[in-house]
């Protein structure tokens, strides 16, 4: 578990990164869909299980931006919190297509 913790992060920081040139990132989110697509198989994994991963781990990046003080202000963490879903859903449908 906590190198897939690592691995996710991985892929967070490369989409950060590529925000301005998307297209670079896409055999990165390919070989993603295709190990994820593969858990569907081997696992019962469901399309609604995305749901609550985001959901999740929005749930953590609230709880650690939160106690920082450059989010003390709400409307500052809720639209980071925001980007943050947009970024996490825009990479599960590169990964599911």
């Not at 055999?27 to 399309?47: M, T």
């Not at 749901?51 to 809720?78: A, K, M, Y």
């Amino acid at each position: 578990m906590e190198f897939h913790a690592l691995r996710f992060m991985q892929v967070m920081e490369s989409m950060v990164n590529s925000l301005d040139r998307p297209t670079s990132i896409s055999p990165l989110l390919d070989n993603l869909g295709r190990v994820h697509g593969r858990l569907a198989l081997s696992r019962g994994f469901k399309p609604h299980h995305w749901g609550v991963f985001i959901e999740c781990t929005l749930f953590h990046f609230r709880r650690v931006l939160s106690q920082h003080r450059q989010f003390n202000q709400l409307i500052t963490l809720d639209k980071t919190i925001i980007a943050w879903r947009t970024l996490l859903r825009c990479i599960i449908k590169s990964m599911k297509d």
